[in-house]
């Protein structure tokens, strides 16, 4: 009950990357940059179990951004031709790069790195890749003129690769989405259907990762835009409730979300962000299981795992690593809680202040 994962990413060693920033500059070129790759996974691995994660990640560590780890093997992609662009509708500005012809895989993503994972951990494996609907948010197209084309193309690429990484074992595939709480309209109308592109056919669990970002300045002003109550996923979620996707990772720990609206996916598995990445402040097991007591009134205890809010790669590793341990700690005092509550002793899933029999 109650299983522990993170939402993917994770800080990188000193010795591979730029340490606290986003697009961190890699520290090794050439083939000491594959063996660092690989060696960095294979410590990301060993520190989660370490920690008490029950569902692993590769930790992302073999890519310098959660989208731009992904285009870099892709055909028709031009990376000597950046353009400014705003992504998240404006929300910040970023350097990318310029789709200038067919998009097509030049070879397996990212086969190495899940392979390593897969070799390196008995326990279950969840490997993310950036959702269709995120790509083009965070892209330029010169070549096909219609940015939903152009999604559907990036999404059968996405299900080759996912495919693969199926077959290399892996357990969950997450495909992450936060422009998902930017444009409901377009998630309503096709950025469902792109993940249904994405996920045809995969053998193993799929997932969305829907989130409000990670904790750097842009996010945090823009949420503090958003008022008092935070309802995107009140828009979306019941065509996710709808689709194929079998579980959605959520933001719920410090925002704004009503968790009443966790109600309206019946059916999915929910990976409750109970862990806040957009502060320095590690949080106690009675912050992880207030969060678990408050998710309890809306999702089934079978359909919960814990994680965290969003990525981790921008954070400092001691305090990365803190905030996993109260995950675990977290998870196992729910897990008690909730025995006891099985067992007939009255016992609620509420911080200790705020029981009562």
Known sequence: MFPTTIAGSLPKPVWLAEP??????????GQDLAAG??????LAIKQQE???????????????HFVHGFLELVDGIDFTRKVEMGIRNNRYKAMVPTVVGELRLKRRVHAEEARCARAHTRRQLKFTLPGPMTI??????SHYGDRVKMAFAFAQLLNEEARGLAADGVDVIQFDEPAFNVYPEQVNDWGIEAMHTAVHGLTCASAVHICYGYGIQANLDWKATLGGEWRQYELIFPALARSRIDQVSLECRNSKVPMSLLALLPGKAIQV????????TTETAEDV??????????????????????GMAPMRSDLAWGKLA???????????????????NGILLLPQS???S
């Open 20 to 29: 606290n920033r986003l697009w961190a500059p890699w520290k090794l070129a």
């Open 289 to 310: 299981t207030a969060v678990v007591a408050e998710a309890l009134r809306h999702v089934p205890a079978d359909k919960i795992i814990l994680s965290t809010n969003c």
């Open 50 to 64: 370490d920690a008490g994660i029950d569902i692993v990640t590769d930790g992302e560590q073999s890519r310098q």
């Open 326 to 344: 109260a995950l675990r700690d977290g998870a196992e005092l729910a897990r008690q809680r909730m025995a006891n509550l099985n067992r007939g």
């Open 273 to 280: 962000g109970a862990i806040d990445v957009a502060n320095e």
């Open 354 to 356: 705020r029981q009562k």
């Open 136 to 141: 083009i948010d965070t892209i330029a197209d």
């Open 37 to 42: 790759k690989l060696d960095a996974t294979v």
